[in-house]
Antibody, heavy 118, light 107 residues
Framework: EVLLVQSGAEVKKPGESLKISCKASGYGFATYWIGWVRQMPGKGLEWMGI????????RYSPSFQGQVTISADKSIGTAYLQWPSLKASDTAMYYC???????????WGQGTLVTVSS | DIQMTQSPSSLSASVGDRVTITCQAS??????LNWYQQKAGKAPKLLIS???NLRTGVPSRFSGSRSGTDFTFTISSLQPEDIATYYC?????????FGQGTKVEIK
């Protein structure tokens, strides 16, 4: 069974750094692209970017390029999303999602709620 | 970036009604269009891939079609458990983008 299990909710202050995780199991982690989707409170879904854990090839949406870093550790089957300096506008639910070979987001994590507030 | 214009933003229908949601792509994306269902407080779920392929385990009352750059998602007979927000998403060329979402409610 394919499972994506994300790290728990975070409450941070503006300017702090953060790294959230997405632990994959039940499939060959290195051979599927995995990515991140943002959902701000009461809003729609925004595709942020993807990584191929096999060679760490990473692609970003222009809206998120330079704002976040997507990484992966194939030895432990885990993808990451990190911020060097959070802003209040980063407050959102973040989902990881596996991209199957035809680019469909077929399995999703349960989401990680990030709250940034002074 | 390819933009997806989804409509309506919300709709209210009775149980048993036929419900239709549309997405229009700003440029040609072939069949590279997916539909997701998101229930309140839950992660999205892939229902239809590549415009019309019903995913395993998804009820047959859900369907999708394409005409050029216009895509249609249909629930043939709305059920109470279909209350959710539905999103289209293209994967024609990076970056993938989602439509704005359609909130479906029971009248």
């Amino acid at each position: 069974e394919v499972l994506l299990v994300q790290s728990g909710a975070e409450v941070k202050k503006p300017g702090e750094s953060l790294k959230i995780s997405c632990k994959a199991s039940g499939y060959g982690f290195a051979t599927y692209w995995i990515g991140w989707v943002r959902q701000m409170p009461g809003k729609g879904l925004e595709w942020m970017g993807i990584i191929y854990p096999g060679d760490s090839d990473t692609r970003y949406s222009p809206s998120f390029q330079g704002q976040v870093t997507i990484s992966a550790d194939k030895s432990i089957g885990t993808a990451y999303l990190q911020w060097p300096s959070l802003k209040a506008s980063d407050t959102a639910m973040y989902y990881c999602a596996r991209h199957e070979s035809s680019w469909n987001l077929d399995y999703w994590g349960q989401g990680t709620l990030v709250t940034v507030s002074s | 970036d390819i933009q997806m214009t989804q409509s309506p933003s919300s709709l209210s229908a009775s149980v048993g009604d036929r419900v239709t949601i549309t997405c229009q792509a700003s440029q040609a994306i072939s069949n590279y269009l997916n539909w997701y269902q998101q229930k309140a407080g839950k992660a999205p779920k892939l229902l239809i891939s590549d415009a019309s392929n019903l995913r395993t385990g998804v009820p047959s009352r859900f369907s999708g079609s394409r005409s050029g750059t216009d895509f249609t998602f249909t629930i043939s007979s709305l059920q109470p458990e279909d209350i959710a927000t539905y999103y289209c998403q293209h994967h024609g060329s990076l970056p993938w983008t989602f439509g704005q979402g359609t909130k479906v409610e029971i009248k």
